[in-house]
């Protein structure tokens, strides 16, 4: 059994612990109250910018662009969204995870793949793997902008144009609630017109100048632009919602060791005062 100092020491130990970890809490819970806000901001708009964009194609089915044209798949790019941080339980994790069976399978197929990692956790890992990353994005999620959105998006839209690659995904955590984060594929490239979402407004109501053509070469790329800084805010909500719930248990698991610690002192200390009485009372 252990000494009542040695406990002691467990007891300050864990206390301490629970100190950091229900501030990392308390503070990723104001970071999650901002995120929602902003995010619950931008919605209304990428909706309504898509529903635009569907209804403009509705009434100009005849209409192409390049980045709606599918081909032969010979090169992929994929754009992994993980944090520059830990302490948010399997966030990280399960991300690695997914974009490794990915990888492994599009090399079974003879596919090259170009890897854009958004953030520090999953660069890590394909570095410590050897896979050669594209370019460096962690400020991206430290501190989300649309301007950093815009330019990785137009950078991607060119490297499809110009047929170096020929998809493009995006694998990221899309926020549901505090409790659940769902990891998802998205095909960004080509954009899948015919589910760009939906509007109440009737197609033939626009009046296109000054041609649908120039029309959709503007709207397409914006809705693209877009949806990447959609996507980025998804991925920052979703982390600090797991860190959360991740620092939440911890502190939970350390109210019950500290329940089972202050047991284990209380019965040492009756112990050794039991052992001292007897001693007194046999006369040692």
Excluded at 1 to 10: G, H
Excluded at 18 to 23: D, E, F, M, V
Excluded at 103 to 116: G, P, S
Excluded at 233 to 251: C, F, G, I, K
Aim: charged residues 25%.
């Amino acid at each position: 059994m252990s000494s009542l100092k040695e406990i002691k020491i467990r007891i300050a130990s864990v206390n301490s612990t629970k100190k950091i970890t229900s501030a990392m809490k308390m503070v990723s819970s104001a970071k999650l109250h901002h995120s929602q806000g902003v995010i619950e901001n931008l919605l209304p708009y990428e909706q309504q910018l898509r529903g635009i964009l569907h209804n403009f194609l509705a009434a100009n089915a005849d209409l192409e662009t390049p980045f709606a044209q599918p081909r032969p798949v010979r090169k992929v790019a994929i754009v992994a969204f993980s944090s520059n941080s830990g302490l948010c339980g399997t966030f990280n994790a399960n991300v690695i995870k997914e974009l490794a069976v990915r990888i492994q399978k599009y090399k079974e197929e003879q596919i090259d793949v170009l890897l854009y990692p958004i953030g520090k956790k999953v660069a890590e890992a394909l570095k410590k793997e050897g896979y050669i990353i594209e370019k460096d994005f962690q400020q991206l999620i430290d501190k989300p902008d649309y301007k950093g959105a815009v330019n990785l998006a137009t950078e991607l839209m060119a490297l499809f144009e110009s047929e170096e690659v020929d998809k493009v995904e995006l694998l990221y955590h899309h926020f549901k609630s505090s409790a659940i984060q769902q990891l998802l594929w998205r095909d960004w490239l080509p954009a899948n017109l015919s589910q760009d979402g939906e509007s109440e407004t009737d197609a033939d109501n626009y009046i296109i100048e000054p041609s649908p053509e120039t029309m959709l070469n503007e709207l397409l790329p914006k809705v693209l632009r877009l949806s990447i800084y959609a996507v980025l805010l998804d991925t920052v909500t979703s982390e600090h919602a797991a860190r959360v719930l991740a620092m939440q248990t911890a502190s939970d698991n350390a109210n019950e060791l500290l329940q089972e610690l202050t047991l284990q002192y209380n019965k040492s200390r009756q112990q050794a005062i039991t052992n001292e009485l007897l001693d007194i009372i046999g006369g040692r």
